[in-house]
């Protein structure tokens, strides 16, 4: 039986209640809901509909105004890149920061088929070309470097 969007608020709305320290980070509050979140916009609901539901509820962030469905929607994205940078970092695929040959970036499946957002919008392929360019680079300099010698 799925949960009723009304349970998979309670805990965001919980999370973001004041308390006598004051009023918890909404973006605190996000990403330990985040999977509930994601329920709730994979179910239908809006960015409005879920932050008209914390208005109904009272929950106000820290500057004391509602939670706009703007910025609901980038702490929700914000979340979500955290916990894809999460994954990527704990893939057991991925140890070391780089990999040993630049082969291993020839093949998405290397990184888990994770999507890693870019801030240009650009895509993992375009962002691999890039990468494998600037190693070609590398790799000539490096053979005119020694023939120089």
């Known amino acids: 039986m799925a949960d009723s969007p009304e349970d998979l608020l309670r805990p965001l709305i919980?999370?973001?209640r004041r308390t006598p320290l004051g009023v918890p980070k909404a973006q605190t509050a996000v990403n330990a809901n985040l999977a509930k979140l994601k329920q709730l916009?994979?179910?239908?609901?809006t960015y409005g509909d879920i932050a008209a539901a914390l208005a109904t509820a009272g929950v106000r962030g820290r500057s004391g105004l509602e939670i706009s469905p703007k910025a609901l929607r980038t702490m929700v994205t914000r979340a979500l890149a955290t916990s894809c940078k999460t994954a990527v970092a704990s893939s057991p695929s991925m140890h070391g920061f780089w990999p040993q040959s630049h082969d291993a970036l020839t093949t998405p499946s290397e990184a888990g088929n994770v999507i890693i957002p870019s801030r240009d919008g650009s895509?993992?392929?375009a962002i691999i070309g890039r990468v494998k360019q600037k190693l070609a680079e590398a790799k000539a300099s490096k053979s005119v470097a020694a023939t120089l010698k």
Do not use: T
């Open 14 to 16: 919980a999370a973001l």
């Open 123 to 125: 895509s993992n392929d």
């Open 41 to 45: 916009l994979d179910s239908g609901f």
